[in-house]
């Protein structure tokens, strides 16, 4: 009896696995033309590293760049993933999602890229009508939130202050993280550091060691969560006040890194109207060195999360907000963006960089083939204390004659203004042609580490090309 029990479940196991249902999808996306830029720097260093009173001075100089060729990713970046889902059954599900960067033009077609090449990879549990959890690498609430509502669908070009790429041959003139060079070479021409239009540092966009959750739409709201974990501070130690001449107080000198983060994002739809909410925060600690003056000798702060990547960050606290909404007439669709960001050092919480912009947009179908949008937006950058002895800007010790600014707290905040125009022509449902042309400029702000010469940019950023998905 007992034996036949047991092979009645065996059977029922068996017949049970059987019944589930599951898929794998194979998906792309392969966008490939012409980009072209042109860039106006005033006052930067008439040469490149370090100041240096009579040979390196920031004078009355301008520089011009122009850069073209044939490149990829304007309007998407490439990608190539994997998706699947199994139905498990009364209503549960399990799902996995596996996306690679691709590049086109490089030796590699798979890029190697840190912090890049993984885009998302993640394997998670649905169960219908309550929610869905899932952990890996992931997409945070607040980019989430801009894929919804972003006029340029968050395409790699100038011109978007939301969104705010830089596309095409010598992009990377624009990839420069808040903190990750030392001294005036951080600000040598073409980096447009600390002036508000750098590669995308307007929000974090993806993390790893992430656990993400989503409900269910009730009622028009749909909540989102996030949080990541990565790191051990159980081995750290601190080192009294006094005790090293190199210190600034108590600090890590030793062990592990500790990064963590959370988010919070609800979402509203009411007939044709969508109002998104979203924060969050990330915090780094790291061990790090410092003389009397706050000048980083090890650990000097790094914003995280800058470009698209998901780098970490370093001895930073990070918060950022961005609240939308869009309204579809039928004919247009309009957009309304706000976003705000403020990264702090999490040593010394008056040292600081901070991004605040807005921006309004529309995005119709002119014909059943052509699809064109536009957007104009504007904003703020903020540096604390001028740039002046701020560990985001510099990492050396400020002169004597210039502590006074230091300390006075007095913080130096440069303007910048964008506008985007774009349009696809759609050959079918998964090709399309496309024209982007993107302009910003930014206001004159001081950045350099000595001087008080104010710096200002103008560029802008053109593509046309084709885009395929599959």
Request: charged share 10%; no cysteine.
């Amino acid at each position: 009896m007992k034996k036949s029990l047991f092979a009645l479940a065996a059977i029922g196991a068996v017949a049970g696995s059987a019944q589930a249902q599951s898929s794998v999808t194979v998906y792309g996306i392969l966008d490939l033309g012409y980009v072209g830029s042109n860039t106006s720097a005033a006052n930067q260093a008439s040469t490149s590293n370090a100041y240096n009173a009579t040979t390196n001075p920031l004078a009355n100089s301008v520089v011009k760049t122009t850069t073209g060729g044939f490149a990829d990713g304007a309007e998407s970046s490439s990608r190539l993933g994997f998706k699947g889902n199994e139905d498990l059954g009364g209503g549960l599900s399990a799902f996995f999602t596996i996306e690679t960067a691709l590049t086109p033009n490089q030796q590699n077609a798979i890029s190697a890229s840190t912090g890049t090449a993984n885009r998302q990879t993640f394997a998670g549990l649905k169960k219908a009508g309550v929610g869905q959890f899932a952990f890996g690498t992931q997409y945070t609430t607040i980019h989430n939130a801009v894929a919804a509502t972003d006029p340029g669908m968050q395409n790699n070009m100038m011109g978007n202050v939301i969104y705010d790429k830089f596309s095409g041959i010598g992009a990377s003139q624009g990839n420069q993280a808040v903190g990750s060079a030392v001294g005036a070479s951080a600000t040598q021409a073409g980096n447009f550091n600390y002036s508000g239009m750098q590669n995308n540092t307007s929000y974090t966009v993806r993390a790893n060691n992430m656990l993400s959750l989503e409900t269910d739409t009730f009622s028009g709201f749909k909540g989102k969560a996030f949080a990541v974990m990565d790191g051990n501070t159980a081995s750290q130690y601190t080192t009294p006040s006094g005790t090293n001449t190199n210190s600034i107080g108590a600090g890590y000198a030793g062990g592990q890194s500790s990064h963590t983060a959370w988010g919070l994002g609800v979402d509203y739809t009411w007939q044709k109207l969508l109002v998104t909410a979203n924060y969050q925060a990330f915090t780094d600690k790291n061990p790090y060195n410092a003389n009397s003056n706050g000048a980083y000798s090890t650990g000097a702060p790094i914003q995280n999360g800058w470009g698209g990547t998901s780098v970490l960050g370093t001895n930073a606290k990070d918060v950022q907000q961005y609240y939308a909404s869009t309204y579809d007439f039928g004919i247009l669709k309009a957009y309304v963006q706000y976003i705000n960001r403020k990264t702090s050092d999490v040593n010394n919480a008056t040292a600081y960089v901070a991004r605040t912009a807005s921006q309004i947009g529309v995005r119709s179908f002119v014909t059943p083939t052509i699809e064109s949008w536009a957007s104009v937006g504007m904003g703020n950058y903020t540096v604390s204390n001028g740039a002046q002895g701020n560990s985001f800007v510099n990492n050396a010790p400020v002169k004597a004659s210039e502590l006074a600014a230091v300390t006075s707290g007095q913080s130096n905040t440069a303007k910048f203004r964008a506008f985007q125009l774009g349009t696809n022509y759609w050959l079918s449902k998964r090709t399309n042609l496309y024209a982007i042309y993107g302009q910003q400029s930014q206001s004159n702000q001081t950045l350099s580490q000595y001087t008080v010469n104010p710096v200002s940019y103008n560029m802008n950023n053109y593509a046309v090309g084709m885009r395929h998905t599959f």
